[in-house]
């Protein structure tokens, strides 16, 4: 059964850091695309950073502030998320794509499994 477990959310001052982790099971990891969106209430769900075997992409929004990357050893990826901003409060969540062109990784209908999201939280 394909499953995608995100934690790792929280409460962080502005500035602060946290990392994000999605845990996937019933599938190899290294096989496909993962991506995180993030959703805040009464705003469109928007896709934040993708990873595969060979690519990476990012939002304009977090570009230079978040990382993602993958451990294959314990089907985890990452997002590892610096100098947050208030902005970025939202709940997270990570998705496994299907077979995509890359300028479309930001469009929820190309993902069809999702993990339940964490909630981040960036206040004073």
């Known amino acids: 059964e394909v499953q995608l477990q995100a934690s790792g959310g929280g409460w962080v001052q502005p500035g602060g850091s946290l990392r994000l982790s999605c845990a996937a099971s019933g599938f190899a990891l290294d096989d496909y695309g993962i991506a995180w969106f993030r959703q805040a209430p009464g705003k469109e769900r928007e896709g934040v950073s993708f990873?595969?075997?060979?690519?990476?992409f990012y939002s304009n929004s977090v570009k230079g502030r978040f990382t993602i990357s993958r451990d294959n050893a314990k089907n985890t990826v990452y997002l590892q998320m610096n100098s947050l901003k208030p902005e970025d409060t939202a709940v997270y969540y990570c998705a496994r794509a299907s077979r995509l062109p890359f300028s479309l990784w930001r469009d929820p209908p190309n993902y069809h499994y999702w993990g339940q999201g964490t909630q981040v939280t960036v206040s004073s």
């Open positions: 990873i595969n075997v060979g690519r990476k």
